[in-house]
């Protein structure tokens, strides 16, 4: 089951392990027994993968300041190889 955070008008914020098909619903706060409606916060990222972690905050690093490219793609790749099969002339050409 998945934890929620709920804040409880009186005594504030607690975590709560509730199934999710009561996740829409205010929880009964643990101190004072008040109506607690769901707070919605950053999700909890702390049992990623590492490389999926990197990639993730890579992906937030980028969404307001975009990657600025050094050099012109392409520019380092090699030439098309050039046959000289005598049979290569009869293909198609695009
Ligand atoms: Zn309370």
């Known amino acids: ?3 929620y955070t709920h804040r409880c008008p009186v005594c504030g914020e607690f975590d709560q392990v ?8 205010a929880a009964a706060c643990p101190d004072c027994g008040a109506a607690a409606p769901r707070v919605f916060g950053a999700p909890s990222l702390r049992g990623l993968d590492p490389g999926v972690r990197r990639a993730l905050d890579a992906s937030a690093r980028s969404a307001d300041a975009p990657e ?4 012109v793609p ?6 098309t190889p050039v046959t000289r099969d005598p ?3 009869r293909l198609p050409r695009p």
Not at 18 to 25: C, D, L
């Open 87 to 89: 049979r290569h002339a």
């Open 74 to 79: 392409g520019t380092n790749r090699r030439a």
């Open 68 to 71: 600025v490219v050094a050099s």
């Open 18 to 25: 509730r199934p999710m098909s009561a996740a829409g619903s």
């Open 1 to 3: 089951m998945p934890t």
